[in-house]
Nanobody
Framework: QVQLVESGGGLVQAGGSLRLSCAAS????????MGWYRQAPGKQRELVAV????????NYADSVKGRFTISRDNAQKTVYLQMNSLKPEDTAVYYC????????????WGQGTQVTVSS
């Protein structure tokens, strides 16, 4: 059973920072990429940032470029999202996603963590 455990969400004032973590269970052997998505009330889930496990290539949504940084620790099978200069519009439930497999590729999602930015 693949499990993703997220942590680090919370309430912060605009301009503040938070760091999200997502740890994958040890029975995952081939991780291709890890990423963060978010879903605000009444909106569709959207990509925030994704990073490849191999070469660490990262991509970001335009709305977070320059403010958020994604990183990973392959040995710990953990992905992080450092969020700085937070804005009220960053308020959402943030979900971790891990893409695994070499022949058969599968996606797994975390349970989500709430991030609320007050103005």
């Amino acid at each position: 059973q693949v499990q993703l455990v997220e942590s680090g969400g919370g309430l912060v004032q605009a301009g503040g920072s938070l760091r999200l973590s997502c740890a994958a269970s040890r029975n995952i052997f081939v991780i291709n990429a890890m990423g963060w998505y978010r879903q605000a009330p009444g909106k569709q889930r959207e990509l925030v940032a994704v990073i490849t496990a191999g070469n660490g290539l990262a991509n970001y949504a335009d709305s977070v470029k320059g403010r958020f940084t994604i990183s990973r620790d392959n040995a710990q099978k953990t992905v992080y999202l450092q969020m700085n200069s937070l804005k009220p519009e960053d308020t959402a439930v943030y979900y971790c996603k891990v893409t695994v497999g070499s022949i058969v590729v599968s996606d797994y999602w975390g349970q989500g963590t709430q991030v609320t930015v007050s103005s």
